[in-house]
């Protein structure tokens, strides 16, 4: 829902007598509890000292990527998928890796080599 669409919703909302917390905000609107601040102070609603907790959002934390050094592994097929090794077999028409991930690999048995043999 756009900002202005909430605000005005919300407008209602206080004016219906509801329970009105940073928290409830955030579940009925869908935001986050920064922007639940944010929105309920423009519209001048009194809030109590214990929100002003979410008065200041947290800095971004960046994400590494393999271009720009973060999560990055030295073999081609090798690769990190939700911060655990991925092993690439293969790769689909679209272009899209496929194989194990290394949590899920069977162990090492050296009687794999003279098998057959």
Do not use: C
């Amino acid at each position: 829902m756009p900002q202005r669409q909430r605000r005005d919703s919300a407008r209602e909302w206080i004016r219906s007598g509801a329970v009105v917390t940073v928290n409830s905000y955030a579940k009925r609107y869908g935001v986050d509890r920064h922007t639940a601040y944010d929105d309920l102070t423009a519209l001048g609603f009194a809030l109590p000292d214990s929100s002003r907790q979410w008065a200041q959002r947290p800095p971004a934390i960046r994400r590494g990527h393999a271009e720009n050094g973060g999560d990055q592994v030295d073999d081609e097929w090798w690769t990190i998928l939700n911060g655990r090794v991925f092993f690439v077999v293969g790769r689909t028409s679209g272009g899209a890796p496929y194989g194990v991930i290394t949590d899920e690999m069977p162990a090492y048995d050296s009687s794999w080599d003279s098998a057959g043999t």
